[in-house]
Antibody
């Protein structure tokens, strides 16, 4: 079974940094593009970052571009999201998701999420 | 960015009811549309992709249709496990965006 497990969330001050990890198992990780998606408390869903199978190409939402960096290590079956310049509005549950067929921009399997709280 | 608009935002229904949720895109997205179910405190679960393709393991009471800018999710006979929030999402281009969600409540 596909399993995605996020970690690294927590409480951070405005302007701070954090690195999230998503460990994958149950599928050939290097064959799939990956997404990070977030959901602010009580709000809807927002795709924020995408990375292709070997990391050669990335995409970002405008809201996080130049502050967040997505990367992956296929030898560790893990995708990362480096969060920088954090703002209170970045407070959310952060999910990683496996991209659908041929690297499509949808998530066919999701982790349980990790909560990031940005507050002083 | 492409805007996705869902209606209704809340829907009250009974077990056994046929439920219809509508999603509109601000420009044509061909059939690049997915539907998700999300329960409180859980991750979204994909139900349908490419507007009408049922994800493996999803019950056949769920169906999707549409193309271009108008799409529909139908639950043919609502079951107790189906009370949740449903989201549509286009994937025509980056960034993919979601509709605002439809909460299906018990009547």
């Amino acid at each position: 079974d596909v399993q995605l497990v996020e970690s690294g969330g927590g409480l951070v001050q405005p302007g701070g940094s954090l690195r999230l990890s998503c460990a994958a198992s149950g599928f050939t990780f290097s064959s799939y593009a990956m997404h990070w998606v977030r959901q602010a408390p009580g709000k809807g869903l927002e795709y924020i970052a995408f990375i292709t199978t070997h990391g050669g190409s990335t995409n970002y939402a405008k809201s996080v571009r130049n502050r967040f960096i997505i990367s992956r290590d296929n030898s560790k079956n893990t995708v990362y999201l480096q969060l920088g310049g954090l703002r209170p509005e970045d407070t959310a549950i952060y999910f990683c998701a496996r991209a659908g067929e041929t690297g499509s921009y949808y998530g066919d399997s999701w982790g349980q999420g990790t909560l990031v709280t940005v507050s002083s | 960015d492409i805007q996705m608009t869902q209606s209704p935002s809340t829907l009250s229904a009974s077990v056994g009811d046929r439920v219809t949720i509508t999603c509109r895109a601000s420009q044509s997205i061909s059939s690049w549309l997915a539907w998700y179910q999300q329960k409180p405190g859980k991750a979204p679960k994909m139900l349908i992709y490419k507007a009408s393709s049922l994800e493996r393991g999803v019950p056949s009471r769920f169906s999707g249709s549409g193309s271009g800018t108008e799409f529909t999710l139908i639950i043919s006979s609502l079951q107790p496990d189906d009370f949740a929030t449903y989201y549509c999402q286009h994937y025509n281009s980056y960034p993919p965006t979601f509709g605002g969600g439809t909460k299906v409540e018990i009547k």
